[in-house]
């Protein structure tokens, strides 16, 4: 299964980024929440959470490496890029609106 993501502002969708749900045990220890509970949220309410969630996981890779998924469909490296990828899109859009498909 795969967790869509995109912004949309005024009435229309942004750029858009996939990545397998393999990892978001990981999204959920950096961010303190799941990444679903972001769908519906205002994108430049989001930063504060992604730039705390990423640094976490820059300050401890080891720990989000040791939950790799062990059918090796996703990655520490993968999912820090996929939270980074979100960071620059609500940079990008902070008016729009954060929505995820799983």
Same mark, same amino acid.
């Not at 300050?59 to 059918?71: G, H, I």
């Given at each position: 299964?795969?967790?869509?993501i995109?912004?949309?502002?005024?009435n229309?969708e942004?750029?858009?980024?996939n990545?397998?749900s393999?990892c978001?045990?990981?999204?959920?220890k950096?961010?303190?929440?799941p990444?679903?509970?972001?769908?519906g949220?205002k994108? +430049?309410? &989001?930063?504060?959470v %992604?730039v705390k969630?990423i640094?976490?996981?820059?300050e401890? @890779?080891?720990?989000?490496? *040791?939950?790799?998924?062990?059918?090796?469909?996703?990655?520490? +490296?993968? &999912?820090?890029?996929? %939270?980074e990828?979100l960071?620059e899109?609500?940079?990008?859009? @902070?008016?729009?609106n954060? *929505?995820?498909?799983?």
């Amino acid at each position: 299964m795969s967790i869509d993501i995109w912004i949309k502002e005024k009435n229309w969708e942004t750029d858009s980024i996939n990545h397998t749900s393999n990892c978001s045990g990981m999204w959920c220890k950096a961010l303190g929440i799941p990444l679903r509970d972001l769908d519906g949220t205002k994108a +430049e309410d &989001a930063i504060p959470v %992604l730039v705390k969630g990423i640094a976490d996981m820059l300050e401890n @890779p080891s720990v989000y490496e *040791e939950m790799n998924p062990p059918n090796e469909w996703g990655s520490y +490296e993968s &999912a820090k890029k996929y %939270l980074e990828k979100l960071l620059e899109m609500c940079q990008k859009y @902070p008016d729009g609106n954060i *929505e995820i498909s799983y």
